[in-house]
């Protein structure tokens, strides 16, 4: 994206052609709005990036389909210099005609047509170089399909664009069924601009449309030449005589009423006349992007001595930023499109009735409702002022644009809660809700440069990257700083190029079935452009991945990175495909249940684990997560939230382990809790059959203190990918719980797979032995770190319970344990028998109590009592007490125990 510089914002509008409301397409369903195929076509626009074209920056929809259309603009174009300066030397029109050239051939090489050229839409900057604007919108509106008006000046049009008539649609498909305008329909208009900058003046200007027309006609059915038609004025012929034989010829090659004897615009660039101004022509360098594999360095130039100068005395640091970027600051700071076109008196409303149709009676009078004139085009565009956002930046000091990053290293690695060492003056700000954040101008300003710093040196700065996104992450940058999280690398679109995504497959009819009910409330994924880009990767991953089938649930997950990438398929696609082996392994697998089945197993037990009464609820009326949490965790909730609420919450998942998924679930169920309590099971169906308000930043900050306060092995399961192991310079500022059980080497001490008949029998987790030894030398820990000189032995971290025999548990137990036998633990009534171990276990319920004892299930059987009397944060030692016989950590208790 180009750096703001000397340009300013401009806006303009126009409305999209209405369908008739009982209008469906083939499918059956209503036809998609003209305004959101609209929005769809004009996002690739957003991508073309040339020194010689105005950047389209945004375009929104509003009622009554009013399109409203941000752009880059400048207040002079080549008319106001015709009109002041009348004709001009020759050197200047070559200059000129060689940089509408750049642009053209820029436009023509990525598939565009302008076909709205005139010298009303060659704007000039300060430094008076050509900037083509309007060039996307034949492009846009599906080449005039999508609006009541016809695209382009008809005075310059070509005669081959005349000749096709009004714009012709398929009313099955809405496409344009006429010939569409080429190149070439440019390079005539080109011709005209040139020969209006050699004469002084517009031609046929003063000439209303049918006069103008009349004249094209005789054109075309004359044989002479249309320069020579022109030089039968003798004005026109003196001025051409004027002029080099090298510019007299361009502009013959350029009005030739035959489209194949017209010239193309990249023939034009080669042409002798513009000898000397491509030998001064600096090349147009592509904007290099964050995942290739290409040296993103190659380009990078030191300032020379005059800019050092220039800059250094130069106020002005926000011209240095991109267009994207302030205009996304623009709006923070109050920008409203809307009250911008009030008040300049070009909010259009329609009257209530506006289809009535015409009709006549006898004497010829007319009744009814005329044309609405605002359906057609109107070139105004209003200057958005920057004065705003200037004021609310005027005490940013300058080097909080060029902010320094090898300072972060020197931040101490264990501190406990994630901030941003690069902004401390932003510590007040950081505190507040995430909804806030997001909207103070200041606060995303800083946050937004850092990121772009830090990206810029990816993956050199991943950590860096990793810390900062724990704070959180800037809607602007989302797309690249999820990329950088998951890791993705390397020639991400060479990858996708290579795989065939035209060929019919067997899942091409389900995807397509899908993806039209997939987040279609929101206006970019609903669009034609957006269905076409869902297939192409979805399809891709499905090649991909072999090994895997298409289930429903895979497009929705597919939804959130194409939304944030939608004119990166590649990078879409590289996100997915990275997403799914860390959260979904094995999910799609042909035959998933023995997965899921597992994945909702744990669940179940991270819900007693934490909130006993309500697991205890929720058995007793039958209501177990296979009911309800399957699309969930299929599609990492993306199916049951909306995209805004989503992005918020995998800003925070994707910084977790694949068992992070699990805490969010028993979160939602938390913030639920009081009506799942008084409800019974036909209640809750119904309240999970439409997913309730959910307030996404409590849930992310009840996910972590779950996932804080459970033990890692607790959420083991056999079918997860093991991890690659991660070192601090990876992941700064891991503490023991928020490290991944499957990043640890594995021992006899280590979980175990466990057959799923027996996980689903239990109630509980089960923690393993070097988890339980881990505990407690963080126990230890934490007394030995304690300011005071006071004895921390009242509050320990765990309880251990040993439920074997009382001759067994005097033979040798873990240090601290306490004993309850399981055969006399329980009273006829089920409550727990009255005893000195009894009491020591009432007294530190809010410990985590892990249950002890031997290979049998008295101790699965003693930890499912305790659960269904209340006690939370209860777990149970996998494999028993034996796994300690060769640890030497079994020590004989003392008598008075």
């Not at 208009?189 to 009349?214: N, P, S």
């Not at 020197?410 to 932003?426: C, D, H, R, W, Y």
């Not at 995998?650 to 028993?666: A, K, Q, Y």
């Not at 030398?777 to 004895?791: I, Q």
Request: with cysteine; proline share 6%.
């Amino acid at each position: 994206m180009p750096a703001l510089g000397t340009a300013g914002f401009g806006i303009r509008t126009f409305y999209a052609a209405t369908h008739p409301n009982d209008k469906c397409g083939a499918n059956g369903l209503p036809l998609t709005p003209n305004s959101v195929k609209i929005l769809g076509r004009f996002q690739f626009l957003k991508t073309l990036s040339h020194p010689r074209l105005c950047q389209y920056l945004d375009i929104s929809k509003t009622k009554h389909e009013c399109m409203l259309v941000v752009s880059e603009h400048h207040s002079s174009s080549l008319k106001e210099l015709i009109k002041k300066e009348g004709s001009i030397g020759e050197s200047e029109i070559v200059r000129v005609g060689y940089q509408l050239l750049e642009g053209l051939c820029y436009l023509h090489n990525n598939g565009v047509v302008h076909r709205n050229l005139s010298v009303e839409h060659v704007l000039l900057d300060v430094e008076k170089n050509v900037k083509l604007s309007e060039h996307g919108l034949y492009y846009m509106t599906d080449y005039g399909a999508d609006v009541s008006f016809p695209i382009g000046l008809p005075r310059y049009m070509a005669p081959e664009v005349l000749c096709s008539g009004p714009v012709r649609v398929d009313e099955e498909t809405g496409h344009c069924v006429q010939p569409l305008s080429g190149p070439k329909s440019d390079v005539w208009a080109f011709g005209l601009i040139l020969l209006q900058l050699v004469l002084g003046k517009e031609i046929w200007a003063r000439l209303g449309i049918k006069e103008t027309l009349h004249k094209i006609v005789e054109m075309i059915k004359s044989d002479m030449s249309p320069i020579d038609i022109f030089q039968q004025d003798a004005t026109v012929a003196s001025k051409l005589q004027g002029t080099s034989r090298e510019l007299r010829d361009v502009l013959r090659l350029c009005l030739t009423v035959s489209a194949a004897k017209r010239a193309k615009s990249s023939e034009l660039k080669q042409h002798p006349l513009f000898r000397d101004e491509r030998m001064k022509a600096v090349p147009h360098k592509e904007e290099v992007r964050m995942c290739t594999t290409e040296l993103r360095c190659k380009d990078l130039e030191l300032p020379t001595y005059e800019e050092t100068i220039e800059n250094e005395f130069s106020d002005d640091h926000l011209s240095r930023r991109s267009m994207s970027e302030v205009f996304y600051l623009w709006r923070l700071a109050g920008g409203d499109l809307e009250a911008v076109l009030r008040k300049a008196g070009l909010a259009k409303t329609r009257r209530p009735v506006h289809l009535l149709p015409c009709y006549g009676i006898v004497d010829g009078e007319v009744f009814g409702q005329d044309r609405d004139f605002a359906e057609l085009l109107d070139f105004t565009v209003v200057p958005l002022s920057q004065e705003q956002l200037r004021y609310r930046l005027r005490d940013v000091p300058a080097t909080a644009y060029y902010p320094l990053l090898e300072e972060e290293s020197k931040v101490v690695e264990t501190q406990s809660l994630p901030t941003s060492p690069s902004s401390g003056e932003l510590t007040s700000s950081a505190s507040l809700p995430l909804v806030i954040r997001e909207k103070d101008v200041e606060y995303q300003f800083h946050r937004i440069i850092l990121y772009e710093r830090l990206l810029a040196a990816y993956p050199f700065k991943r950590p860096c990257i990793w810390r900062e996104a724990r704070v959180d992450i800037p809607p602007l940058v989302r797309a690249n700083v999820w990329a950088a999280i998951l890791e993705v690398e390397g020639d991400v679109e060479g990858m996708y190029d290579s795989i065939d995504k035209e060929t019919p497959t067997t899942t091409d009819r389900q995807i397509e079935v899908d993806i039209p009910r997939c987040h279609q409330y929101h206006e970019l994924l609903s669009s034609p452009s957006a269905h076409a880009k869902f297939k192409r990767v979805l399809k891709a991953w499905v090649l991909s991945n072999q090994q895997y089938v298409y289930w429903q649930g895979l497009d929705s997950l597919c939804a959130p990175f194409l939304a944030l990438s939608f004119n990166n398929e590649a990078l879409a696609f590289a996100c997915l495909s990275a997403f799914i082996p860390k959260y979904l392994h094995k999910f799609f697998l042909r035959d998933n249940s023995a997965v899921i089945q597992e994945y909702l197993a744990v669940f179940s037990h991270l819900i007693a684990f934490h909130d006993p009464e309500l697991s205890n609820h929720l058995d007793g009326i039958g209501f177990i997560p296979d009911l309800y949490a399957i699309p969930w965790f299929l599609t990492m909730y993306a199916h049951v939230f909306p995209l805004h609420k989503i992005v918020h919450l995998w800003d925070t998942l994707l910084l977790g382990n694949s068992s992070f998924p699990l805490c969010i679930g028993v979160s939602i169920l938390q913030q639920l809790r009081d009506r799942l309590l008084s409800f019974g099971f036909n209640e809750c169906i119904l309240l999970f059959s439409d997913m309730p308000e959910i307030d996404i930043e409590r849930c992310v900050q009840d996910s972590i203190k779950i996932f804080c306060s459970t033990p890692k092995s607790a959420t083991y399961r056999q079918h997860a990918r093991p991890n690659k192991k991660k070192t601090s310079e990876d992941r700064p500022n891991l503490s023991y719980y928020s490290r991944d059980y499957h990043d640890q080497p594995q021992s006899e001490l280590s979980m175990e797979p466990i057959p799923i008949d027996e996980l689903k029998g239990e109630k509980c987790c089960r923690i393993s032995a070097e988890d339980l030894i881990e505990l407690g030398e963080l126990a230890g820990a934490a007394y030995s770190r304690s300011p005071t000189k006071k004895r921390q032995t009242s509050k320990p971290m765990i309880l251990i319970v040993d439920v074997r025999s009382p001759e067994d548990f005097r033979r040798g137990t873990l240090q601290d344990s306490i004993n309850i036998p399981f055969q006399t633990a329980f009273s006829p009534e089920g409550d727990l028998n009255p005893c000195s171990a009894v009491q020591t276990l009432n007294s530190r319920r809010n410990q985590v109590i892990i249950v002890v004892g031997n290979r049998g299930r008295n101790a699965a059987n003693f930890a499912n009592e305790l659960v269904r009397l209340g006690y939370s944060r209860v777990c149970v030692l996998h494999k028993g007490l034996d796994v300690f016989r060769t640890t030497g950590l079994i020590t004989v208790p003392p008598a008075d125990i």
